[in-house]
T-cell receptor, first 116, second 111 residues
Framework: DADVTQTPRNRITKTGKRIMLECSQTKGHDRMYWYRQDPGLGLRLIYYSFDVKDINKGEISDGYSVSRQAQAKFSLSLESAIPNQTALYFC???????????????FGEGSRLTVL | QKEVEQDPGPLSVPEGAIVSLNCTYSNSAFQYFMWYRQYSRKGPELLMYTYSSGNKEDGRFTAQVDKSSKYISLFIRDSQPSDSATYLCAMSETGANNLFFGTGTRLTVIP
C-alpha cells in the first residue's frame, strides 16, 4: 500500500459543485501539504498543516479550504468549483524530525480534477 | 520574476547520452536544493539532495550547486530509457515551511 493515499484519483465535475479531495498517510509525519500542478506553472502550494490545530495558507489558497481531521488525514475542498481549478492535485507529507533529515516531501499519486 | 526558473524542454536524447538539466533562482537565501523525478501518472519522488554549494554524486546522477551564479544542475550519465520522466528542481531556505519548485523538464531517453 502507498504511504500517502489520495482519493479520488480522477474526478470530473461541473462548475459550482462542491468537491472534496482526501489524503491519508501512514508515514507518521506531522506536516501535510496540498499542491496543484499545472503545465508550465509547476507545483504551487495551496495549504499546509503542521498538526491538527495548525492550518496555513500557501501561495494560491483562494477558492480552496482544508481540514486536518487527524494527524494522518488532510482533505482539500473546493466549495464552488470553477474551470480554472482544473489541475492535478498532490498531497504530500514531510517530517523535519531526526538528525540529518532532509525535510523531504513524500507525495501521493495525485488527484486529477476536471471542472467543466 | 519567478523564484525558480527551469527550462521545460521537452528534451529527447539517445540511450547512453549525458543529460544536463538546469535551474536558476533569484533568492540568495536558498540553502537546500533538491531534484525530484516524476514518472507519468505518479507523484514526484526525491532523487538528489544538496545543502549549500558543491557537488553530490549518486551512481549515474550528479547534482551541482553554484550559489554565486544562483544556478543548479543535474547530470545523468549513461542515460537509460528508464530515466524518461519529468525532473523538477526544488529549493528552500533554512527552516522554511515550503519548497519552491521549478516547472519541470520532461526528458525522453530513446533506446
Amino acid at each position: 500500500d502507498a504511504d500517502v493515499t489520495q482519493t479520488p484519483r480522477n474526478r470530473i465535475t461541473k462548475t459550482g459543485k462542491r468537491i472534496m479531495l482526501e489524503c491519508s498517510q501512514t508515514k507518521g509525519h506531522d506536516r501535510m501539504y496540498w499542491y496543484r500542478q499545472d503545465p508550465g506553472l509547476g507545483l504551487r502550494l495551496i495549504y499546509y498543516s503542521f498538526d491538527v490545530k495548525d492550518i496555513n495558507k500557501g501561495e494560491i489558497s483562494d477558492g480552496y479550504s482544508v481540514s486536518r481531521q487527524a494527524q494522518a488525514k488532510f482533505s482539500l475542498s473546493l466549495e464552488s468549483a470553477i474551470p480554472n481549478q482544473t489541475a492535478l492535485y498532490f498531497c504530500a507529507t514531510r517530517s523535519m524530525q531526526g538528525v540529518g533529515n532532509t525535510g523531504e516531501l513524500f507525495f501521493g499519486e495525485g488527484s486529477r480534477l476536471t471542472v467543466l | 520574476q519567478k523564484e525558480v526558473e527551469q527550462d521545460p524542454g521537452p528534451l529527447s536524447v539517445p540511450e547512453g547520452a549525458i543529460v544536463s538539466l538546469n535551474c536558476t533562482y533569484s533568492n540568495s537565501a536558498f540553502q537546500y536544493f533538491m531534484w525530484y523525478r516524476q514518472y507519468s501518472r505518479k507523484g514526484p519522488e526525491l532523487l538528489m539532495y544538496t545543502y549549500s554549494s558543491g557537488n553530490k554524486e549518486d551512481g549515474r546522477f550528479t547534482a551541482q550547486v553554484d550559489k554565486s551564479s544562483k544556478y543548479i544542475s543535474l547530470f545523468i550519465r549513461d542515460s537509460q530509457p528508464s530515466d524518461s520522466a519529468t525532473y523538477l528542481c526544488a529549493m528552500s531556505e533554512t527552516g522554511a515551511n515550503n519548497l519552491f519548485f521549478g516547472t519541470g523538464t520532461r526528458l525522453t531517453v530513446i533506446p
